[in-house]
């Protein structure tokens, strides 16, 4: 069965600490990964990595994946109350058409 | 551009009743999937539909219905509601074979 995992799944930080949230998977069919911000309902999109390892980036933010461990981290640097939300991490596979696995989530709370 | 939209944002409903849920994608985007987000079960793959056509499936009951219309509008049916069905259900739109999944905010579903 398709797994994605993420760690940890709660995690409080003060402002300004810099954060590592991590995401493995087991899947068949592996074609990338992404990651999403919830703040209230709608996840926003925030990186898709491939299996090309390429660092993704994004002002305070930036992501990896690694091919052989079957990982990611989100790394948040400089971190604001405005950081705070669920981040979720989605495993895209081809099974005849793209279908989303999501891990757990992992709930980030930041204290001014 | 208009985001995805679903509606109602929240519903009430006894045990044994029935409820149909409704999401528009953004526009030009013909794939629409569904998930429900629950505390301890995260974000689920219900299904996916393409050109009104269910290309994928998740381990849910046969209560969990779906389809699509020819404008790309989606509609997903629960019949008879158990209160394990209480969840945030969520649709996200895509265009055929990309990445950009974009979430709506969602339609919070209580089952009493």
């Known amino acids: 069965e398709d797994k994605v995992v993420q760690s940890p799944l709660s995690l409080v930080v003060h402002e300004g600490d810099t954060v590592t949230l991590n995401c493995s998977y087991e899947?068949?069919?592996?074609?990338?990964l992404l990651w999403y911000k919830q703040e209230k309902k709608a996840p926003t999109f925030l990186f898709m990595l491939t299996s090309s390892g390429i660092e993704k980036k994004s002002g305070r933010l930036s992501s990896i994946l690694d091919k052989k461990e079957l990982s990611s981290i989100l790394n948040i640097t400089a971190t604001q109350t405005g950081d705070s939300a669920i981040y979720l991490c989605?495993?895209?596979?081809?099974?005849?058409?793209?279908?989303?696995?999501f891990g757990q989530g992992t709930r980030l709370t930041i204290n001014p | 551009k208009a985001g995805v939209t679903q509606t109602p944002r929240y519903l009430i409903k006894t045990r044994g009743q029935q409820v149909t849920l409704s999401c528009s994608p953004i526009?030009?985007?013909?794939?629409v999937s569904w998930y429900q987000q629950t505390p301890g079960q995260g974000l689920q793959f219900l299904f996916e539909?393409?050109?009104?056509?269910?290309?994928n499936k998740g381990n849910f009951p046969g209560r969990f219905s779906g389809r699509q219309f020819s404008n790309s509008r989606s509609e997903m049916n629960v019949s008879t509601l158990e209160l394990g069905d209480s969840a945030l259900y969520l649709c996200?739109?895509?265009?055929?074979?990309?990445?950009?999944?974009?979430f709506g905010s969602g339609t919070r579903l209580t089952v009493v």
């Open positions: 899947v068949t069919n592996f074609r990338s």
């Open positions: 996200a739109s895509s265009l055929a074979g990309s990445y950009g999944y974009t």
């Open positions: 989605a495993v895209v596979l081809i099974q005849g058409a793209q279908k989303l696995v």
């Open positions: 539909y393409f050109s009104e056509t269910q290309r």
């Open positions: 526009s030009g985007h013909r794939s």
